[in-house]
């Protein structure tokens, strides 16, 4: 009676560990697609993710490239009016050497693009500025010294096309002495 009450337990555990498994494998059944539509929606999440990530990326690359772009350009102009310091000492420097006290444009661009241009001290500032003696000004560019030179009151200009430096003649200012007539 005991050992038929032993196998009976023992068939009962056997068919509820069996039912176990059953339903089990029936739940994973049914439930597959669902673990499939889970898996896929963690993939696409996943693929918006990196998408957004590459996107940022991107964004921020663009805007570290206009950055350098704007330093670069800041950089230039600083340069630039460094360039244009140093051609008006070119161009002064000319002015002050020269026998001739007025020199026309082409005269001027003749002597700054040779290589034979008078320099009136070696150790003047146009060697502190890194210019070499014989580099060439554009026609524009020594033009536009030649207006700032004339603005700044350090050369004149006489006729359409003459310079001269300002303070070694009249420039047509009035220095404030009145003459009285004898």
Sequence with gaps: MI?????????????????????W??????????HRDDAARAALTADRQ?????????????RLAAIA?????????????D???????????LLQSTTD???SFEEIERALSGPDKPVADPSSAEADTGQTVGAPLAADRLRRVLIELVRD?????MDRDRYFIASDFETGEDDGETSTPV
Excluded: N
């Design 3 to 23: 050992s038929d009450l032993f196998h009976i337990i023992r068939e009962l555990v056997l068919l509820a560990a069996a039912a176990g498994i059953a339903w």
């Design 25 to 34: 494998c029936w739940d994973a059944f049914k439930s597959r697609t669902a």
């Design 50 to 62: 990196a998408a957004d990530v590459k996107l940022l990326a991107e964004r921020i690359e663009a």
């Design 69 to 81: 772009m704007r330093l670069d350009e800041m950089s230039a102009r600083g340069s630039g009016g």
């Design 83 to 93: 360039r244009l310091a140093a051609d008006k000492v070119r161009v002064h420097a």
């Design 101 to 103: 006290p007025f020199l």
């Design 153 to 157: 009151g350090a050369a004149a200009q």
